[in-house]
């Protein structure tokens, strides 16, 4: 499992945290944030994770900026990707579950890192149901080509 992590200068903190993590449960970790405390704009870094998820080089992304919203937002205008922001573990799971999402998000001025372990941990454990889901999934994906 290799994930690429994103992240703008509101979130260098919890990225350093979040990539520990995931290192330590064996997971390969890309890095394409910031590692700064200046002053950025997290589309850029939306449109990477987004990009490297598309295009294979990583399994599934992880974004995080002040609130999540903007750098998810970014990530989801790169045709292919469905990011999830996410502020508690249900949804982040049912995510998975039923919208396939191959991007989570969540902002480090919103969920406490043991909340984003939490969060984390119910996205990856989780698996794609297919079926009814499938099918609203695909109509998610051709709004993308109308
Ligand atoms: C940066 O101040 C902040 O706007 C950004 O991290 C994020 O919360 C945007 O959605």
Not at 46 to 72: F, M, N, P, Q, W
Not at 99 to 119: D, H, P, Q, S, Y
Not at 125 to 142: K, L, N, Y
Request: proline fraction near 1%.
């Amino acid at each position: 499992m290799r994930i690429g992590i994103g992240n703008d200068h509101a979130a260098v903190e919890m990225k350093n945290e979040v990539v520990q993590y995931l290192k330590d449960k064996g997971i390969e970790v890309i890095n394409y944030g910031t590692d700064t405390s200046e002053s950025c704009n997290y589309p850029e870094y939306g449109e990477k994770v987004g990009r490297a998820v598309v295009s294979g080089d990583v399994d599934l992304g992880i974004l995080i900026c002040g609130t999540g919203v903007g750098i998810s937002l970014a990530a989801n205008k790169v045709k292919g990707v469905r990011a999830v922001v996410c502020s508690e573990p249900y949804s982040a799971r049912l995510s998975r579950q039923h919208n396939n999402t191959n991007v989570l998000a969540f902002g480090a001025r919103v969920v406490g890192i043991e909340m984003a372990k939490m969060i984390i941990d119910e996205w990856l454990a989780a698996e794609f149901m297919g079926g009814r889901h499938q099918t609203r999934v695909d109509m998610i994906m051709a709004i993308e080509d109308r």
